[in-house]
């Protein structure tokens, strides 16, 4: 049975990217329709750490992240909620000496490339903007602007702002084909089928899946990367903090709890849709906290989890017009830094789908990179 109401867009996941195409391309006038074969943020999106980090960026993000981190500091006008967004600032610390080199070269690389955002501090102002960090620590990289949101609550507010402006959710509803339909698309479900000239996969971990569907053959992996919180502690620090050479990625909740990542990885069970956590490989992102917060020693630990995502071979995310399927257009891949991109990418859907074409700069994000490749192997 197809859908009775004509539909512009059928939008196939229900994680923030495929919330934000869904929303942007409805505020520009589409009946859109997104297909969660779950519930919404039940994988990589409700999983997130929730970095909003332009630092240490991809030179190919970079333009579109500095876009994405304006969109974070007028969120509120965006999806109506502030998503639990602080722009306390990110920072990459080079532990000893011999680290500050790595450091060093990426600032002469991005403003070579004219870029400003990333800046290069001693151990003075590193101790001023995190205290409670070892004094062994000699320097680091700090984007001031970045900072991180609330997963929960930015799901929350995209899904609402995207339920106002029309968009119908339908959770449960698994794609099980995509075939053409004369001159648009059919997307089939156990329950019904949907029938739209435009269609975006942003199936995350199935994606790869999808685009099959559609006669992309795009090789694609997958994460399931790993997290900590912990109990509530006394404020401690508010810059997100990394480090060279070593998994971390350490920041404190507004609730006071630690969340301590780094990508380190689980193993994902793609078809079951299940994850697992490998604590002997997590206890290196703990490691490596205790050794930059000595204070944190005792601090207990509450839960762990881990969020499968998609993964590409260069770590780059697809997002465009498919090569070979017109009226399809990908966004997944993000490789476990997709949260920062997630308005700006929805934004970059409804051009290319509404206008049909992008000023924004997306040219190394084609998934024509991928068939490129195989056709000169």
């Not at 970079?62 to 920072?91: K, R, T, Y």
């Not at 050794?291 to 780059?316: C, H, N, Q």
Request: glycine residues 10%; charged residues 20%.
């Amino acid at each position: 049975m197809m859908s009775a109401e004509p539909i512009d867009t059928i939008v196939i996941g229900g994680g923030l990217h495929g919330l934000s195409a869904a929303l942007h391309l409805a505020r520009a006038g589409r009946r859109v329709v997104v297909l969660e074969r779950s519930w919404v943020g039940r994988h990589a999106s409700g999983a997130s750490a929730a970095g909003v980090r332009t630092l240490n960026r991809h030179p190919a993000e970079i333009p579109i992240s500095l876009e994405a981190m304006d969109m974070w500091s007028n969120i509120e006008a965006i999806v109506g909620d502030h998503c639990g967004f602080h722009a306390n600032g990110q920072i990459l610390v080079a532990e000893h000496p011999r680290h500050v080199p790595v450091l060093e070269q990426r600032l002469a690389s991005t403003q070579a490339a004219g870029y400003r955002h990333e800046e290069l501090i001693d151990r003075a102002e590193l101790l001023r903007l995190v205290p409670a960090i070892s004094p062994h620590c000699t320097a680091a990289l700090v984007a001031r602007q970045d900072g991180a949101a609330d997963p929960h609550r930015t799901l929350q507010a995209f899904r609402r702002s995207a339920e106002a402006a029309g968009v119908v959710i339908n959770e449960g509803f698994g794609v099980t084909a995509v075939e053409r339909c004369g001159s648009d698309w059919r997307v089939s479900t156990g329950q019904r089928d949907f029938v739209a000239p435009t269609i975006v996969n942003a199936a995350g971990a199935w994606a790869g899946r999808i685009a099959a569907m559609i006669g992309d053959d795009i090789p694609l992996g997958h994460k399931a990367s790993m997290m900590i919180v912990t109990e509530r502690v006394a404020p401690l620090l508010k810059p997100v903090t990394s480090v060279v050479g070593r998994p971390l990625s350490f920041k404190q909740s507004d609730q006071g709890t630690l969340v301590i990542g780094g990508g380190l990885q689980g193993r994902a069970d793609i078809d079951r849709q299940k994850s697992f956590v490998n604590f002997a490989e997590l206890a290196k992102a703990a490691r490596a906290a205790t050794d930059l917060f000595p204070s944190v020693g005792t601090v207990r630990i509450v839960r762990t989890w881990t969020g499968m995502e998609a993964k590409t071979d260069d770590y780059l995310p697809i997002v465009g017009a498919s090569p070979v399927a017109s009226g399809v257009f990908h966004a997944f891949g993000f490789s476990g830094h997709g949260f920062q991109l997630v308005p700006v990418v929805g934004a970059i859907l409804a051009d290319l789908i509404v206008h049909g074409a992008t000023t924004r700069s997306i040219e190394r994000l084609s998934a024509d990179r991928f068939l490129r490749r195989r056709a000169a192997e």
